[in-house]
């Protein structure tokens, strides 16, 4: 059975870089396509990115495009959401999904973590 954990949630400033992490346990990391998502308070959860099988596929969403990469080890069976020039809309709880394709669509994504905090102020 498919688990996931994410890390490396904080508080940071506007401007500072952080990493998440997102360990996938179970035996079928190299099967699953790995997305990212986040919702901020009183926010529908919105695709942030995703990360084919192969790591040769990304997507990213457009407010994100340029400060954030996804990128995956796949001898480790991490999936890890490199973040730079964060921003106050970038304040969300920040989850990672595996699932058979990557998509923007968290409805192909059957398996969730638990979520990591991601507050961006002074």
């Known amino acids: 059975q498919v688990q996931l954990v994410e890390s490396g949630g904080e508080l940071v400033q506007p401007g500072a870089s952080l990493t998440l992490s997102c360990a996938v346990s179970g035996d079928t990391f190299t099967l699953l396509a790995v997305g990212w998502f986040r919702q901020a308070p009183g926010k529908e959860r919105e695709p942030v990115a995703g990360i084919s099988q192969s790591a040769h596929n990304t997507f990213y969403a457009p407010s994100v495009a340029g400060r954030f990469t996804i990128s995956r080890d796949n001898a480790k069976s991490m999936v890890y959401l490199q973040m730079n020039n964060l921003k106050s809309d970038d304040t969300a709880v920040y989850y990672c999904?595996?699932?058979?394709?990557?998509?923007?669509?968290?409805?192909?994504?059957?398996?969730w973590g638990q979520g990591t905090q991601v507050t961006v102020s002074r």
């Open positions: 999904a595996a699932g058979p394709t990557i998509s923007r669509n968290r409805a192909v994504y059957p398996t």
